[in-house]
């Protein structure tokens, strides 16, 4: 790809990085705290725990002073349902409310503008076992617990609601690698992707109706899907994966209802995986309702997928280990997952593909021109990385630099042709604990050796540091 070199940003355009409790945070068994569908599967089922993780819970203010010291402007953070209620229908636990309030007066003290998810992937255990987001009684806890949050931590101007909704689905119930581990469950994918939704604009509608001050929005993990090629059938197979990944969700946010084109190609891909969903009675009321009361909107892109016609069985390999070409996915009527010449991937088989990016904030100003401010709230590549041998040594990391580059590079260029898009989160402020990836996949700006906790610099939290302002 050619030599870009970003080497300032707009003045008002927002740098910053992100992290997940569950990611960060440690401390699963103090203070209180509650226990979540994480908690429970790993402990049975991987050789990977997320205790410590990278200490959060204790190293907040050396981390947050970092990100400052190294240029960036916000923090995107998210608060563990079971550290405010250990039981979801209990009562609030005031440890981890004054523990919250500590970590975002920290931001603020270090003019870091904290960004707030209230659900990262993490339902508490109570919520898992009675039927998770299929439930729609949990819509209702969900809006307790997001009442509590917006009306207790005044300090934050900046909301979200639930994070990658079709990500956390598909984990669940297509590959299997989140709990409760179903796989190709359709019907339970869809309908818990709808449940978000309707959960994302209940909480929409709470936000405004207690006149809560600032912004409030959800945040979608979009990948653009391409045909491999110009046959009818992969330009089909394209179009089909597209709904089922981006489309269905856009709507839903951006208009409040599911277009007569998404229903149709999306019903084609149920019908033929025996499967369905339900859409109740008033739910797009609500839905449309919420829509225009969106004040901010956040996409997650990591990468991008190349597509061809699939019909058959339904089977996925998710690469765990970081061992190049692990990775496959075909699923019947929507199609098969395949690399393109030239696009390079990453060690866990992710495409690399700046253009997606551009192509899909550009997709969203003209399908969708009522979006509210858009922030890329995550992107990052993760790297194979060893502790320095040094105390002081910088890690050299220029491989994320690169990556970084190229997809800023995209998001400005976006913003120059009209996408209202105001800011750029790099995944991730430190290293962390992945979901199904263990400790292997480093996405840090700061190294983090987990069996002492110290922080080690690389030189892309260095290069973030001297980027400009126009």
Request: glycine residues 6%; negative net charge; aromatic residues 14%.
């Amino acid at each position: 790809m050619e030599n870009l070199q970003v080497k300032a940003l707009p003045k008002e355009f927002l740098l910053g990085a992100a992290t997940a409790a569950y990611q960060v945070e440690g401390a699963t068994r103090v203070d209180g705290k509650g226990i979540n569908m994480w908690d429970v599967y790993l402990q049975e089922n991987s050789p990977f725990l997320p205790d410590p993780a990278s200490d959060f819970y204790y190293r907040y203010e050396e981390d947050i002073a970092l990100a400052a010291e190294h240029g960036l402007q916000a923090l995107r953070l998210s608060i563990s349902w079971v550290r405010i209620f250990p039981d979801i229908d209990g009562e609030p636990n005031i440890l981890a409310v004054q523990y919250y309030h500590r970590v975002f007066q920290s931001c603020l003290k270090h003019n870091v503008i904290p960004f707030v998810s209230l659900h990262h992937f993490d339902s508490p255990q109570k919520m898992l076992e009675t039927g998770d987001w299929l439930n729609r009684e949990n819509i209702d806890r969900f809006i307790r617990y997001a009442r509590f949050c917006f009306q207790e931590f005044t300090e934050v101007k900046h909301w979200f609601t639930i994070n990658e909704l079709m990500s956390l689905a598909a984990g669940q119930y297509i590959g299997g690698q989140f709990p409760p581990n179903h796989h190709f469950q359709l019907s339970e994918a869809i309908q818990a992707n709808h449940n978000m939704l309707l959960a994302h604009a209940l909480a929409v509608l709470e936000f405004h109706q207690l006149g809560i001050e600032g912004k409030v929005g959800c945040i979608h993990a979009l990948k653009p899907g391409y045909p491999i090629d110009g046959q009818k059938e992969n330009i089909l197979a394209a179009k089909r994966y597209d709904v089922y990944n981006n489309k269905f969700l856009l709507d839903g946010t951006f208009l409040g209802y599911y277009s007569d084109d998404t229903l149709f190609h999306l019903n084609q891909i149920l019908e033929a995986n025996n499967s369905s969903f339900i859409i109740e009675d008033g739910d797009l009321e609500i839905m449309k309702r919420a829509a225009p009361l969106n004040t901010m909107f956040g996409m997650n892109y990591y990468r991008s997928e190349f597509i061809r016609e699939y019909k058959g069985e339904n089977r996925q390999e998710f690469n765990s280990t970081g061992i190049k070409g692990r990775s496959f996915f075909k699923l019947n009527a929507l199609g098969e997952f395949v690399k393109k010449p030239g696009i390079p991937t990453t060690d866990w088989d992710w495409n690399i593909y700046p253009q997606g990016l551009f192509d899909m904030l550009l997709r969203i100003k003209e399908e969708y021109p009522q979006h509210p401010v858009i922030y890329l709230t995550e992107n990052g590549t993760a790297l194979k990385e060893v502790k320095p041998e040094g105390e002081n040594d910088i890690i050299d990391d220029s491989k994320r630099i690169r990556y970084i580059e190229q997809h800023l590079h995209k998001v400005l260029e976006a913003r120059d042709r009209g996408v209202n898009i105001q800011g750029y989160f790099i995944w991730s402020l430190q290293d962390q604990f992945s979901w199904a990836n263990g400790y292997n996949k480093r996405y840090g700006l700061f190294f983090v050796d987990y069996e002492t906790q110290k922080r080690y610099i690389k030189k892309s939290a260095l290069w973030v540091k001297v980027l400009k302002r126009n």
